[in-house]
């Protein structure tokens, strides 16, 4: 079955400080790994594709297929990084798109 | 450019009374379409989604349905709402899984 696992509901970092969201997922197939953000009061929208190998926002991620992990990264945060992150697995052919259970990331001045 | 619209914003309904939330996509055709239900700490729920006119999969047995009666627009329905059918309700479209667009969401509170 496809899952979505994000272990932490809440994550705390003081501003500059290094953070990490962590995704596992669990899929027979070919997974399409994404994290979509939520920012206060807006729609909820993509932030990057690890097809895409793309830095967007400063955020990173990289799909480790041997530890089935897909986890969100920046160097430095931000206050503005602020929000609640999800992380999603898609399955092409069926078009099925499942979500974790989120993890909202505050960042501390 | 596309964009989803999502209505009503919020209701309030008695149990046992049905429900009819509507979405709509312009600017694309054949999208993918996607209805959630977001809650806090059990994250996004996918509830159905469907990949084009009269194709509905349901991913979570409940008291809800799913319709898709013309490409552009999708329903979320039920005959009798229960006080657990209280949430945020999402809907999304995409072409393919490439990328999700929400709407700006329902809030359902069944008194």
């Known amino acids: 079955a496809q899952r979505v696992t994000q272990p932490e509901k809440l994550l705390s970092v003081f501003k500059g400080a290094p953070v990490e969201l962590k995704c596992n997922y669990s899929?027979?197939?070919?997974?399409?790994l994404f994290w979509y953000v939520q920012y206060s009061r807006q729609r909820l929208q993509l932030l990057l594709r690890?097809?895409s190998r793309e830095s967007i926002k400063g955020f990173t991620a990289d799909l480790n297929k041997g530890e089935t992990s897909f986890h969100l990264k920046k160097p430095f945060a931000q206050e503005e990084d602020s929000a609640m992150y999800y992380c999603?697995?898609?399955?092409?052919?069926?078009?099925?798109?499942?979500f974790g259970k989120g993890t909202k990331l505050t960042v501390n001045p | 450019s596309q964009t989803i619209h999502q209505w009503p914003a919020t209701l309030v309904q008695p149990v046992g009374s049905p429900l009819s939330l509507e979405c709509t996509v312009e600017?694309?055709?054949?999208?993918?379409l996607y209805w959630y239900r977001q809650a806090a700490g059990r994250g996004l729920q996918l509830l159905f989604y469907?990949?084009?006119?009269?194709?509905i999969s349901s991913e979570v047995p409940q008291n809800l349905s799913a319709s898709r009666p013309q490409d552009r627009q999708f329903i979320l329905s039920s005959k009798k709402l229960l006080l657990s059918d209280s949430g945020f309700y999402l809907c999304?479209?995409?072409?393919?899984?490439?990328?999700?667009?929400f709407g700006q969401g329902t809030r359902l509170t069944v008194v």
């Open positions: 999304a479209w995409g072409r393919g899984i490439t990328e999700a667009f």
């Open positions: 899929y027979s197939g070919s997974p399409e």
């Open positions: 690890h097809i």
């Open positions: 999603a697995l898609g399955q092409g052919g069926s078009e099925k798109l499942v």
């Open positions: 600017g694309t055709s054949n999208p993918n």
């Open positions: 469907s990949v084009g006119i009269g194709q």
